[in-house]
């Protein structure tokens, strides 16, 4: 389920503020009823009508991005700076991205029109793994590793266990190269995790998320996923099994 002016919005019929003044005016339908209150959710079964025009349904379609750095993971930006709907040129659908990764992160998104698909794997109950690897300044010991295998306080409260493991260490240049997999989606988590045991992320990119990898991919290259795949991934966060 889904709110209805979002369900406006990724169809292309008017910007989210938009489509909810259009149902505040009490142009929008749904199974013959006019509504005209904001919060209403529906599902791809109603039949939604506006200004007396039915909403065409969108075909489905999830891609696989390699997110480079210096990218925001949106649909638009205000300060005109690149978002990763701009590597799918010949996408007619209304795709943005499932959750996202900061500015300066690469690595591994997921972008689809499908919304309860990605509120499902964007959802902490579903607890799905994301597999980071970090460049730190600095090289930490075992026992700061296991400060975030048991979970570390930030100010938004405590972290859930974390699996990581040490993959390099520079001693010349006190750099380290760190492997980190969680399952919580909080803002530049990784990056606070690792400032918050002394030691801050140089470089950083999502490598997986649940099964999927970048094999085969180049930044900024993207590929379709296979229904097999799609269906993976709704077998996980309808189950709320890790893989």
């Known amino acids: 389920m889904e709110r209805l002016q979002k369900v406006l919005a990724h169809a292309g019929i008017a910007s989210r503020r938009k489509?909810?003044?259009?149902?505040?005016?009490?142009?929008?339908?749904?199974?013959?009823k006019t509504i005209k209150e904001l919060g209403v959710k529906v599902s791809a079964s109603d039949k939604i009508e506006v200004e007396g025009?039915?909403?065409?349904?969108?075909?489905?379609?999830?891609?696989?991005?390699y997110k480079p750095r210096g990218v925001i993971s949106a649909v638009t930006d205000d300060k005109n700076r690149k978002v990763v709907t701009e590597f799918f040129p010949n996408v007619e659908e209304r795709i943005y991205p499932v959750g996202r990764l900061d500015y300066e992160t690469s690595g591994l998104l997921l972008l689809t029109n499908d919304g309860e698909f990605a509120n499902s794997l964007t959802h902490p109950k579903f607890e799905i793994d994301k597999t980071y690897v970090a460049r730190l300044k600095g090289i930490p010991a075992r026992e700061d590793l296991q400060k975030l295998e048991r979970g570390i306080k930030l100010e938004d409260g405590m972290t859930a266990p974390a699996k990581v493991k040490l993959l390099s260490a520079d001693r010349k240049a006190a750099k380290a190269i760190v492997q980190i997999t969680i399952h919580e989606g909080r803002n530049r988590q990784v990056r606070r995790m690792f400032e918050a045991i002394g030691f801050p992320v140089q470089k950083l990119s999502r490598e997986q998320f649940a099964f999927l990898t970048?094999?085969?991919?180049?930044?900024?290259?993207?590929r379709e996923l296979s229904p097999h795949e799609v269906k993976l991934l709704r077998v996980l966060a309808d189950t709320g099994k890790r893989h």
Not at 19 to 32: C, S, W
Not at 57 to 62: A, G, L, T
């Open 19 to 32: 489509a909810e003044q259009m149902i505040l005016d009490g142009k929008v339908r749904v199974n013959g």
């Open 53 to 65: 025009v039915q909403l065409e349904k969108e075909r489905k379609v999830y891609f696989l991005l």
């Open 214 to 222: 970048l094999h085969g991919l180049n930044a900024g290259e993207s």
